[in-house]
C-alpha cells in the first residue's frame, strides 16, 4: 500500500535556525497537508495545499513557516528562526481529489520528531 | 466542521468487542463521519469513514444512525495492539481533532 514518507525522523536544531522538514507524499495525490503535535496534546492543524498554493493555513501558521512543493514529488515545511516552543512531531499528510463531491480521508507519514534545544 | 464529544479513555480485554460512542450533533448535510486511529510515535491512520447506516471493512464497522448525531465505531476481537487513541472527527475537509478516546487493551 502507498505510503506518505517523511525524513528524518528525528531533527534536532539549535533555537534561531532554519530548519526543513521533509515529505514524500502518495503520488496521484494533490491535496497536502501539514499538521503538528506537542507531546503529549492534540493533533493540531498547520496549513493546506493544493495547486501550489496554500488553500488554508491555520493561526498557528505565522510568517515562520511556509510550505513549497519544490518538484513533483517532494513537499516541505520550512520554519525559520525556530523557537523552544517549535518542539513537537510534524505530520504530513496527502489525500487524493478522486471524487470531490466524496470526502477523500488523509493518509499520514509517521512524522518527524523535532527538537529545539 | 462539527464539534466531537468522545470518551477520554476506555479499557477492555482482549477478544472482547469494542465499540466507542461519538456524539456529533451539529453535523452538517454535507459532513461525513472518519475514524482515525493512532499509536504512539506514528501518524494518524484512517480507520473508517461512513455518511449514514452502516460501513464495514476489514478492520472496523461504523453504525450511523438515522439523525447522523451519533455514530458507533466497533472493533470485533480486539486485541493488545489495538491499544491507542482513537479519534472521531465528522467535517467534509479540514481535519480538527480533539482529544480522542485513549483505547486500552488489557490481557
Known amino acids: 500500500e502507498p505510503e506518505v514518507t517523511q525524513t528524518p525522523s528525528h531533527q534536532v536544531t539549535q533555537m534561531g535556525q532554519e530548519v526543513i522538514l521533509h515529505c514524500v507524499p502518495i503520488s496521484n495525490h494533490l491535496y497536502f497537508y501539514w499538521y503538528r503535535q506537542i507531546l503529549g496534546q492534540k493533533v493540531e492543524f498547520l496549513v493546506s495545499?493544493?495547486?501550489?498554493?496554500?488553500?488554508?493555513k491555520s493561526e498557528i501558521f505565522d510568517d515562520q513557516f511556509s510550505v513549497e512543493r519544490p518538484d513533483g514529488s517532494n513537499f516541505t515545511l520550512k520554519i525559520r528562526s525556530t523557537k523552544l516552543e517549535d518542539s513537537a512531531m510534524y505530520f504530513c499528510?496527502?489525500?487524493?481529489?478522486?471524487?470531490?463531491?466524496?470526502?477523500?480521508?488523509?493518509?499520514f507519514g509517521d512524522g518527524t520528531r523535532l527538537s529545539i534545544l | 466542521l462539527a464539534k466531537t464529544t468522545q470518551p477520554i479513555s476506555m479499557d477492555s480485554y482482549e477478544g472482547q468487542e469494542v465499540n466507542i460512542t461519538c456524539s456529533h450533533n451539529n453535523i452538517a448535510t454535507n459532513d461525513y463521519i472518519t475514524w482515525y486511529q493512532q499509536f504512539p510515535s506514528q501518524g494518524p491512520r484512517f480507520i473508517i469513514q461512513?455518511?449514514?447506516t452502516k460501513v464495514t471493512n476489514e478492520v472496523a464497522s461504523l453504525f450511523i444512525p438515522a439523525d447522523r448525531k451519533s455514530s458507533t465505531l466497533s472493533l470485533p476481537r480486539v486485541s493488545l495492539s489495538d491499544t491507542a487513541v482513537y479519534y472521531c472527527?465528522?467535517?467534509?475537509?479540514?481535519?480538527?481533532f480533539g482529544k480522542g478516546t485513549r483505547l486500552h487493551i488489557l490481557p
Open positions: 461512513g455518511y449514514k
Open positions: 495545499f493544493y495547486n501550489n498554493e496554500i488553500s488554508e
Open positions: 499528510a496527502s489525500s487524493d481529489p478522486a471524487d470531490p463531491k466524496v470526502y477523500q480521508p488523509q493518509h
Open positions: 472527527l465528522a467535517g467534509d475537509d479540514k481535519i480538527i
